[in-house]
């Protein structure tokens, strides 16, 4: 796995090429690569390509590489010393890719348990007519809820989910005001869009629709058309619900079409905003072996502290 990658060892291993760019230095030819597992990433270079890696190799491709590991640029990089598609019977897709600390029946067990705590009819019903539709719900279990940043991983949309609403629900005994049925369908549905922005095959990219629609946009639309299908379905409570999705971003300037204008809004966009950021926080403390300093995280514009090494 990348992640036990030792500096100045020849290591043999099956990674996926998550980015290949054929470049030239002094009239030579060479790949640069991006290669990935389900333990991390790694830069990779092959200074005297075989053709056929020039040509016809394509990013997502599983590959078996055999390379010396190196520092360029004080990063670990792999100098490919040879490179060949790998056999499907050679590997296994949990180690390409990574996944949830819980199973996927782990985590529809939660998300049923939190939509059973809905009073309100109406919003029952419409998350119900998600739930029981079986393909909707193998994609919902199976997406990520980020390329690179948080969750980003096999279960994580569902992770995240079930999270932010555990995170809002706790958050409400403080108010008597607040309509946690909101909540639920808040937390659970707020990253539903999710399943159309990101694409998971040997790695976790963005689709057309992720680019040019955005996840925000993609769930408040099939919401909406859900609800159409609901015999009298009140506009106001629609209005509402939509509004969780649409302004669950908290500002304008981070891609939220809206600004929370309902309390409830308020609990879901800070939800939102500790889950993910504990997400990141754990995946950069993980890469850190859980000790030390991390290095320059250019989203928090700081580097990351997590303590001295337990004896």
């Known amino acids: 796995m990348i992640r036990d990658f030792v500096s100045y060892e020849t290591v043999t291993a099956f990674v996926v090429i998550r980015r290949k760019d054929v470049k030239e230095y002094n009239g030579r030819v060479f790949i640069s690569f991006e290669f990935g597992d389900s333990s991390g990433r790694i830069a990779g270079v092959w200074w005297e390509p075989e053709r056929f890696a020039i040509e016809e ?15 360029y640029r004080d990063r670990p990089q792999l100098k490919v010393i040879r490179l060949r598609p790998a056999k499907p019977e050679e590997y296994n897709l949990a ?11 782990e985590l529809k067990a939660n998300i049923l348990s939190l939509t059973g705590k809905v009073e309100n009819g109406h919003i029952r019903e419409l998350m119900d007519s998600f739930w029981n539709d ?16 948080h969750h980003s991983y096999i279960g994580g949309l569902a992770e995240h989910s079930i999270n932010v609403t555990n995170i809002c629900l706790d958050l409400s005994r403080h108010y008597d ?13 707020h990253d539903m869009g999710k399943i159309y922005q990101y694409r998971i095959t040997s790695y976790i990219d ?40 649409l ?23 800070y939800a939102d905003e500790i889950d993910s950021k504990m997400g990141a926080i754990t995946r950069i403390r993980d ?14 514009n700081r580097h990351l502290y997590f303590g001295e090494k337990k004896k």
């Open 57 to 71: 190799i394509e990013e997502g491709t599983v590959v078996k590489v055999r390379g010396e590991v190196g520092v």
């Open 95 to 105: 180690d390409i890719l990574p996944h949830s600390r819980f199973s996927l029946d």
């Open 134 to 149: 079986e393909p909707f719900m193998a994609e919902y279990l199976r997406a990520t809820a980020g390329k690179l940043w």
């Open 177 to 189: 005001f607040i309509e946690r049925d909101f909540l639920i369908f808040g937390g659970l549905f």
């Open 206 to 245: 963005y689709t057309d629709e992720g680019r040019l629609i955005g996840h925000i946009n993609a769930a408040d639309h099939l919401i909406a058309r859900r609800a159409e299908e609901i015999d009298s379905f009140p506009s106001s409570l629609l209005m509402k619900l939509r509004h969780l999705i």
């Open 247 to 269: 302004a669950h971003h908290g500002q304008v300037e981070y891609a939220s079409p809206v600004v929370p204008q309902i309390p409830e809004a308020f609990l879901l966009y």
């Open 287 to 300: 890469k850190s072996g859980g000790h030390g300093w991390s290095d320059y995280v250019n989203l928090l």
